[in-house]
Each structure stands twice: as structure tokens, then as C-alpha cells.
């Protein structure tokens, strides 16, 4: 079997992750305002989960025979939070989409599949995360009316 069907969606993965690298970290360095306190710190954190998985691909692409891309995708930045937000949900998903055809191209190797589940896992915390944070953030416009209504 040849390896250079999952070496090339392993490419594709690698490319989204260093698109990561430079999205989470470019809004971590742009946030302002009371956020800043919060997200400067939680973006860059994504950032560099971004890496570490980088970093297990790119090893995983040299192991089967492949050459890793140093090339990413377009970022997408905002200076509005909210849409950050949207932004990074939209980031964590596209990586559990694509991690989870990985998983399904390598289907009879438990060892890459076990590996690819582990960072998989992540992914969907981090969809789980941006889904709550989103929520929250309605929550709160919501929480304000019903403050006001009742005072
Ligand atoms: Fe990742």
C-alpha cells in the first residue's frame, strides 16, 4: 500500500496547524480592551497547541517517507472578539473534519490511527470550548436584558 494518499492529507493537516500557529498568535497580539486580560493569553495557548500538533505531523510525514509543507493558508483576523470567536470555532471544526478523514484513511494501522485519535481528541475540545465561549458571550447580552427587566 502506498503511503503518499495519507502523506498528502497529512500535508494538507500540516498546513492547517501552521495556519493556526500565525491566526492565534496574530490575536493574541492584536486583543484590547478589558479582553485583552483573558484572550491575549488563551490565544496565544491555542498557538501553541497549533505547534505541538505541527510538530507531531510533521515528524509523522518524515516517518512514512513524505516531506512536510512549510506553507500555511490565508489567516482570517478581526478586532472584533465575538468574530474571533466564530473565526477560531470554524478553525477547531475544519481540524476535526480533517483529522477524522485521516483516521478513516488509515484504517488498518491501529498505531497511526491511535496517534491521529489523540490530537483528534484536542480538536474537539477546542470546537467544545469555542461553542460554550460563544454561547457565553449571548448569554451575557441576554443576562443584561433580564437584569433590566427585572430592576
Ligand atoms: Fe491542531
Redo the contacts with the bound molecule.
Keep these: 500500500m502506498s503511503n503518499q494518499p495519507i502523506i498528502d492529507h497529512l500535508n494538507e493537516i500540516l498546513k492547517h496547524?501552521w495556519t493556526?500557529v500565525a491566526q492565534y498568535a496574530q490575536a493574541g497580539f492584536i486583543v484590547e480592551g478589558v479582553w485583552r486580560e483573558v484572550y491575549a493569553e488563551k490565544f496565544l495557548d491555542d498557538a501553541k497547541?497549533?505547534f505541538g500538533?505541527a510538530q507531531l505531523i510533521g515528524d509523522k510525514i518524515v516517518a512514512l517517507g513524505g516531506v512536510p509543507v512549510a506553507t500555511r493558508n490565508e489567516i482570517k483576523q478581526s478586532r472584533d472578539l465575538s468574530e474571533v470567536l466564530e473565526f477560531s470555532l470554524a478553525f477547531e471544526s475544519k481540524?476535526v473534519e480533517m483529522y477524522s478523514k485521516a483516521i478513516e484513511m488509515a484504517e488498518g494501522d491501529r498505531a497511526l490511527v491511535v496517534f491521529l485519535e489523540d490530537?483528534l481528541k484536542?480538536?474537539q475540545e477546542g470546537v467544545d470550548e469555542y461553542t460554550k465561549l460563544l454561547r457565553q458571550t449571548a448569554g451575557s447580552a441576554a443576562g443584561t436584558t433580564s437584569t433590566a427587566k427585572t430592576g
Design positions: 496547524e493556526g497547541e497549533s500538533h481540524a490530537i484536542e480538536e
